[in-house]
């Protein structure tokens, strides 16, 4: 193998933030072996690297062991969004515990660095705002949303417990929300859900009054941060937040989408679900420190990205398209 080319593993690499980084790897000519087991994601989002000879794509659980020999592990495979995790609760910690404990034990034993794509859900409903990564969280462990939650504390438990005893090198990302073509339109996640109902003209579905707030970030944006995250010194294990401050209520992001898809579709209230945070910004001061990063993708630009996107995906389906 070329110097400098590395054996990459990214699991979950079928779905919205794994197949970009894996075109962002392709790119740069590692030797690319994506494992996923299709739950939420679709190999439709690896169509443009099948075939390409730096990439590998395997269909495999994350909840059982995995025997091959690379030298970086992107640790992504978990359902990620509310509705979907949802579905199968005891699998989503499943996936998030016992893959965490398979990917940390093939660091393990081959030597690789391991990045973890951890949550912002891991700071809950936060009391702190913005989110600094030594804020602890408050999270309810018995609700709705713990299956994902805590099966994410967990993994950086596990994490940190490899690093310390077993000397693993580790990444741990604490991701805020992300969004950006390749979104699955169905998986219920607020941008998707608002661009796909102004684009086909039917009702905004906001939940709760809408002043809850979220910070979004653009997908190629995020993907830098992992890079520089996982090329970073070996003492910088995180955890380390990847997000855009700019921070937004539902009602600003829904009237933001209506304006830039010229829509007519009303905005209507349905109920708010169990343990929804109030409020979400990350403080990114860590990153811009130690990985010189910070977003460069304004919402409204990104938007505009995403929103492409889902006509284009809409048309194809051949359902009615921008009004
Ligand atoms: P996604 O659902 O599009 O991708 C997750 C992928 O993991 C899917 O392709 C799915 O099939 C796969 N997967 C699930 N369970 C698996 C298992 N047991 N074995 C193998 N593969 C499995 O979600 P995403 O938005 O791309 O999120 C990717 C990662 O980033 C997740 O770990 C998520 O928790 C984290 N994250 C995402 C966001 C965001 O806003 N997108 C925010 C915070 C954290
Ligand atoms: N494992 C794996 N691939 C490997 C090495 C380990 O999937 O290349 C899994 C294996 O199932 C094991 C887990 O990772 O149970 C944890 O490995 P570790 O070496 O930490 O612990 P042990 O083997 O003692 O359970
Ligand atoms: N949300 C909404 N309408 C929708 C989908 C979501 O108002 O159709 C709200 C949801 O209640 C939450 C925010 O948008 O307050 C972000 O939801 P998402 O599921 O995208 O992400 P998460 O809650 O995991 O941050």
Redesign the pocket.
Known sequence: MNKGVKRILVTGGAGFLGSHLCDRLVAQGHDILCVDNLFTGSKSNLVQLMGRPNFEYMRHDVTFPLYVEVDEIYNLACPA???QYRINPVQTTKTSVHGAINMLGLAKRTGAKILQASTS?VYGDPEIHPQTEEYWGHVNPIGPRACYDEGKRCAETLFFDYHREGRVRIKVARIF?TYGPRMDPAD????S??ICQALLGQPI????D?A?T?SFCYVDDLIEGLLRLMASDDSNTGPINIGNPDEFT?VELAEMIVALTGSSSPIVM?P??AD??RQ?RPDIGRARAALHWEPTVRLREGLVHAIAYFDGLLRCAGGPSLP
């Not at 219920?188 to 941008?191: A, K, L, Q, T, W």
């Not at 579905?205 to 709760?208: F, I």
């Open positions: 969004s509310p509705l859900e929300n219920g996640r607020v941008v859900n608002f579905t906001l939940y709760g809408g809850q979220r539902m349905r708010l679900p929804d945070p979400r």
